[in-house]
């Protein structure tokens, strides 16, 4: 759970610090304080709701050609409701299948850039902001291979890694929550 709203938060924060915004937040309200995300939200493997379930499968089965793709294991939805963080619900259909999303790659790239900054292992310049919009705001790969070559790829690896992002944990697999595979993803992403 705290992964898919840190990343949630994370590419708004990210897309309003690119276009140059220092509390995008505003542009974006939540229906709750941030202050509550990072300790009381448990994972969200422990905060699937049942109802929440039944009418999140019922809508996706209604369309024949999503009911198709989920069968054979060539899509995955989840959802996360916030509406009341005393009481955030989740659903997901392939939730433990690991699929490829195009973009991932360029996610974990961002996040590491911006580790890199706050920790003063890499700067903040111009171009470096530029490449990271381009990659984000337009899926550009030569602007995220730029962004790999500054920050490098085992800094990144290793940032992926790191227990404050809780995306590595052996016990639980290898989907993008647990991390297991997100340094490989990024390092062997055909088309980041």
Do not use: C
Not at 34 to 45: D, E, F, N, S, Y
Not at 68 to 92: E, W, Y
Not at 139 to 165: F, G
């Amino acid at each position: 759970m705290k992964q898919t709203i840190l990343l949630f938060l994370l590419f708004f924060l990210f897309t309003g610090l690119l276009e140059g915004k220092e509390a995008p937040f505003s542009e974006f309200p939540l229906p709750f304080s941030l202050a509550v995300i990072p300790k009381t939200i448990p994972p969200l493997r422990e905060l699937v709701d049942q109802d929440f379930q039944v009418q999140l499968e019922k809508r996706l089965f209604n369309h024949p050609k999503w009911k198709k793709m989920i069968r054979n294991k060539k899509m995955t939805v989840g959802l996360v409701d916030l509406s009341n963080p005393g009481n955030v619900l989740f659903a997901r259909v392939n939730g433990n299948e690991m699929m490829y999303a195009a973009s991932l790659p360029k996610i974990a790239i961002l996040l590491a850039a911006f580790h890199s900054f706050e920790n003063r292992t890499a700067q903040k310049t111009p171009e470096m902001m530029r490449d990271l919009n381009l990659m984000i705001r337009r899926s550009d790969n030569k602007a995220a291979t730029r962004v790999i070559e500054r920050l490098t790829m085992r800094r990144i690896q290793k940032i992926l890694t790191l227990a404050q992002y809780e995306f590595y944990d052996e016990t639980k697999g290898g989907d993008f929550g647990s991390g297991k595979n997100m340094p490989k993803l990024v390092k062997d992403s055909p088309n980041l």
